[in-house]
Protein backbone atom coordinates (compact mmCIF):
# COMPACT_ATOMS: atom_id res chain seq x y z
CA UNK A 1 0.00 0.00 0.00
CA UNK A 2 0.74 3.78 -0.66
CA UNK A 3 2.06 5.24 2.48
CA UNK A 4 0.30 8.39 3.27
CA UNK A 5 1.91 11.53 3.49
CA UNK A 6 -0.41 14.50 3.95
CA UNK A 7 2.53 16.61 3.39
CA UNK A 8 3.05 15.67 -0.33
CA UNK A 9 -0.31 15.72 -1.30
CA UNK A 10 -1.40 12.59 -3.25
CA UNK A 11 2.02 11.95 -4.44
CA UNK A 12 4.37 9.23 -2.81
CA UNK A 13 7.79 8.53 -3.54
CA UNK A 14 7.60 5.31 -6.29
CA UNK A 15 10.82 4.13 -4.37
CA UNK A 16 8.96 3.53 -1.26
CA UNK A 17 6.02 1.33 -3.28
CA UNK A 18 8.66 -1.14 -4.22
CA UNK A 19 7.41 -2.30 -7.63
CA UNK A 20 8.93 -5.34 -8.77
CA UNK A 21 6.99 -4.17 -12.37
CA UNK A 22 8.76 -1.42 -14.15
CA UNK A 23 4.93 -0.94 -16.10
CA UNK A 24 3.38 -0.16 -12.73
CA UNK A 25 6.79 2.20 -11.97
CA UNK A 26 6.40 4.37 -14.92
CA UNK A 27 1.97 4.45 -14.75
CA UNK A 28 2.75 5.76 -11.32
CA UNK A 29 5.38 8.35 -12.25
CA UNK A 30 2.93 9.21 -15.08
CA UNK A 31 0.24 9.74 -13.11
CA UNK A 32 2.44 11.75 -10.75
CA UNK A 33 3.57 14.17 -13.34
CA UNK A 34 -0.35 14.54 -14.02
CA UNK A 35 -1.03 16.03 -10.18
CA UNK A 36 -1.29 19.97 -9.64
CA UNK A 37 -0.51 19.92 -6.14
CA UNK A 38 -3.45 18.40 -4.07
CA UNK A 39 -5.84 18.37 -7.16
CA UNK A 40 -5.93 14.68 -8.59
CA UNK A 41 -5.37 14.87 -12.21
CA UNK A 42 -8.85 14.14 -14.37
CA UNK A 43 -9.63 11.77 -17.31
CA UNK A 44 -9.03 14.45 -20.13
CA UNK A 45 -5.61 15.10 -18.64
CA UNK A 46 -4.42 11.29 -19.57
CA UNK A 47 -2.93 10.54 -23.27
CA UNK A 48 -2.20 7.20 -24.33
CA UNK A 49 0.53 8.39 -26.67
CA UNK A 50 2.20 9.45 -23.53
CA UNK A 51 2.12 5.91 -22.14
CA UNK A 52 2.69 3.32 -24.71
CA UNK A 53 5.12 1.19 -22.86
CA UNK A 54 2.49 0.27 -20.21
CA UNK A 55 -0.51 1.21 -22.17
CA UNK A 56 -1.35 -2.47 -22.57
CA UNK A 57 -1.40 -2.94 -18.77
CA UNK A 58 -3.52 -0.21 -18.01
CA UNK A 59 -7.25 -0.31 -17.12
CA UNK A 60 -9.88 2.31 -16.33
CA UNK A 61 -12.29 1.82 -13.78
CA UNK A 62 -15.57 4.33 -13.38
CA UNK A 63 -16.39 4.85 -9.80
CA UNK A 64 -20.32 4.39 -9.44
CA UNK A 65 -22.06 5.56 -6.61
CA UNK A 66 -25.66 5.28 -6.17
CA UNK A 67 -27.27 3.35 -5.94
CA UNK A 68 -23.89 1.83 -3.84
CA UNK A 69 -20.79 1.71 -4.20
CA UNK A 70 -19.78 -0.55 -7.33
CA UNK A 71 -16.85 -0.09 -10.03
CA UNK A 72 -17.11 -0.68 -13.54
CA UNK A 73 -14.37 -1.76 -16.37
CA UNK A 74 -14.43 1.22 -18.79
CA UNK A 75 -11.58 0.17 -20.62
CA UNK A 76 -8.91 -2.87 -20.18
CA UNK A 77 -5.48 -2.67 -21.99
CA UNK A 78 -4.51 -5.75 -24.44
CA UNK A 79 -2.04 -7.19 -21.75
CA UNK A 80 -5.06 -8.50 -19.56
CA UNK A 81 -7.02 -10.04 -22.63
CA UNK A 82 -4.68 -13.83 -23.27
CA UNK A 83 -4.78 -13.70 -19.09
CA UNK A 84 -8.51 -13.19 -18.68
CA UNK A 85 -11.61 -15.63 -19.71
CA UNK A 86 -13.79 -13.01 -21.45
CA UNK A 87 -13.69 -9.68 -21.84
CA UNK A 88 -15.05 -7.40 -18.97
CA UNK A 89 -15.63 -3.92 -20.80
CA UNK A 90 -18.82 -2.05 -19.40
CA UNK A 91 -19.55 -4.69 -16.58
CA UNK A 92 -19.55 -3.78 -12.85
CA UNK A 93 -17.21 -5.85 -10.41
CA UNK A 94 -20.27 -6.36 -7.89
CA UNK A 95 -21.59 -8.91 -10.61
CA UNK A 96 -18.45 -10.77 -10.92
CA UNK A 97 -17.93 -13.69 -8.71
CA UNK A 98 -14.42 -13.25 -6.93
CA UNK A 99 -13.85 -9.32 -7.71
CA UNK A 100 -16.88 -7.90 -5.29
CA UNK A 101 -17.12 -6.69 -1.88
CA UNK A 102 -14.38 -8.07 0.03
CA UNK A 103 -11.99 -9.46 -2.63
CA UNK A 104 -8.81 -7.52 -2.06
CA UNK A 105 -9.45 -6.54 -5.88
CA UNK A 106 -12.93 -4.51 -4.35
CA UNK A 107 -10.97 -3.47 -1.14
CA UNK A 108 -8.43 -1.34 -3.02
CA UNK A 109 -10.41 0.12 -5.47
CA UNK A 110 -12.94 0.94 -2.42
CA UNK A 111 -10.03 2.46 -0.50
CA UNK A 112 -8.95 4.48 -3.68
CA UNK A 113 -11.97 5.70 -4.41
CA UNK A 114 -12.71 7.01 -0.92
CA UNK A 115 -9.28 8.28 0.15
CA UNK A 116 -8.39 9.92 -3.11
CA UNK A 117 -4.89 8.08 -2.32
CA UNK A 118 -2.94 5.81 -4.76
CA UNK A 119 -2.19 2.72 -3.79
CA UNK A 120 -0.47 -0.89 -4.65
CA UNK A 121 -1.14 -4.08 -3.87
CA UNK A 122 -0.37 -7.98 -4.57
CA UNK A 123 -2.15 -11.16 -4.86
CA UNK A 124 -1.70 -14.33 -5.73
CA UNK A 125 -2.38 -15.41 -9.43
CA UNK A 126 -5.00 -17.69 -10.17
CA UNK A 127 -5.06 -18.96 -13.63
CA UNK A 128 -4.07 -21.20 -16.13
CA UNK A 129 -0.77 -19.74 -16.11
CA UNK A 130 1.79 -21.41 -14.64
CA UNK A 131 4.62 -18.92 -14.86
CA UNK A 132 2.84 -15.95 -13.40
CA UNK A 133 2.77 -16.43 -9.45
CA UNK A 134 1.64 -12.75 -8.43
CA UNK A 135 -0.05 -9.81 -9.76
CA UNK A 136 0.89 -6.50 -8.84
CA UNK A 137 -1.11 -3.26 -9.66
CA UNK A 138 -1.12 0.50 -8.79
CA UNK A 139 -4.30 2.17 -8.26
CA UNK A 140 -4.60 6.00 -8.81
CA UNK A 141 -7.61 8.18 -8.52
CA UNK A 142 -9.00 10.17 -11.47
CA UNK A 143 -11.47 13.59 -10.55
CA UNK A 144 -12.96 15.46 -12.82
CA UNK A 145 -13.10 18.23 -10.77
CA UNK A 146 -9.99 17.62 -8.83
CA UNK A 147 -11.13 16.72 -5.57
CA UNK A 148 -14.16 13.69 -5.78
CA UNK A 149 -12.70 10.24 -7.50
CA UNK A 150 -15.07 9.11 -10.28
CA UNK A 151 -12.41 7.07 -12.08
CA UNK A 152 -9.72 4.78 -10.78
CA UNK A 153 -6.80 4.17 -13.15
CA UNK A 154 -5.04 1.38 -12.86
CA UNK A 155 -1.75 -0.47 -13.95
CA UNK A 156 -1.49 -4.28 -13.59
CA UNK A 157 1.16 -6.96 -14.28
CA UNK A 158 1.54 -10.50 -14.48
CA UNK A 159 4.64 -11.33 -12.47
CA UNK A 160 6.95 -14.72 -12.96
CA UNK A 161 8.19 -16.79 -10.49
CA UNK A 162 11.43 -15.81 -9.34
CA UNK A 163 14.51 -18.30 -10.85
CA UNK A 164 16.60 -19.09 -8.01
CA UNK A 165 20.13 -20.91 -9.02
CA UNK A 166 21.87 -23.55 -6.76
CA UNK A 167 25.58 -22.75 -5.92
Given at each position: ????????????????????????????????????????????????????????????????????????????GTKH???????????????????????????????????????????????????????????????????????????????????????
Amino acid sequence: MVPEDPGKGHMTNVRALNFRSDMNAAAYEYWCGLTDGDRLPGRRHIDPSDMLPFLPYVMLMDVIREPELDFRYRLIGTKHQSFWLKNLTGVCIRATKQQGPGSTIWKGLERTATTAMPMSTRAPYVGTKKEIYEIEDILMPLAEDGRTVDMIFVCCDYLTKPVYIKR
